[in-house]
């Protein structure tokens, strides 16, 4: 079955701490993206990649940062300076000027 | 500044009956919108789309609408049904730019017997 695997599905930091959030997928997919979900806000874009080794800001990329080592892989760090990093994180992928699929998401908190 | 707006947060009907969810956009370069839908813990996955060279797309039992002038979205879902109790996301990009989707704050739709 083709899809997109985020791990893990709950993820807990002390502060000062960097975390790694995983993205994979075997969808062939050229693009993928990170969100980020706030209580009752809608996903705000923090960074895409539209092919390896390349990859822009979105509109919410301070205290992130990514790589695109890997067609199938895309994963998120989430470092020390975010400062409110609390929240419901989304990977998605598309093949072109599509429908973006998405993962199930990772739920980041801090201890 | 939100470019998306689902200015209603939730809505109930009951089964059988029609679920019109509503959206408004203030980026007159949007062209392309869709809408997603969310179960709790899960990711979106996408429901419809719509060009903004048509002003209807229909897919069994949904429905988008699009008003130009109005700067306005709707998405039908005839008849409603229990499993379509879920978060609805409608999502815009500009000048063809699937990679910059802009998202509205959701409506949360609750179907009951």
């Known amino acids: 079955d083709g899809g997109i695997t985020q791990s893990p599905k709950y993820l807990f930091r002390k502060e000062g701490q960097n975390v790694t959030l995983s993205c994979e997928q075997n969808?062939?997919?050229?693009?993928m993206y990170w969100y980020r979900q706030d209580p009752g806000q809608g996903l705000r874009l923090i960074y895409y990649?539209?092919?390896?080794?390349?990859?822009q800001k979105g509109d919410i990329a301070e205290g992130y940062s990514v790589s695109r080592e890997k067609k199938e892989s895309f994963p998120l760090t989430v470092t020390s300076a975010q400062k409110n990093p609390t929240a419901f994180y989304l990977c998605?992928?598309?093949?072109?000027?599509?429908?973006?699929?998405f993962g199930d998401g990772t739920r980041l908190s801090i201890l | 500044d939100q470019q998306v707006k689902q200015n209603s947060p939730s809505l109930s009907v009951q089964e059988g009956r029609i679920s019109i969810l509503n959206c408004d956009y203030t980026?007159?370069?949007?062209?392309?919108f869709l809408w997603y839908k969310k179960y709790p813990a899960e990711g979106p996955t996408f429901l419809i789309s719509?060009?903004?060279?048509?002003d209807k797309n229909e897919d069994g039992r949904f429905t988008v609408f699009l008003n130009k002038s109005a700067k306005h979205l709707s998405l039908h879902i005839v008849p409603s049904q229990p499993g379509d109790s879920a978060v609805y996301f409608c999502?815009?990009?500009?000048?063809?730019?699937?990679?910059?989707?802009?998202f509205g704050t959701g409506t949360r739709l609750q179907v009951f017997p």
């Open positions: 998605a992928s598309t093949a072109g000027p599509v429908a973006q699929h």
């Open positions: 969808l062939n997919h050229d693009a």
């Open positions: 990649s539209q092919i390896v080794n390349d990859f």
């Open positions: 980026n007159s370069m949007f062209d392309y």
């Open positions: 719509i060009s903004s060279i048509k």
């Open positions: 999502a815009a990009s500009a000048n063809g730019n699937t990679d910059k989707l802009i």
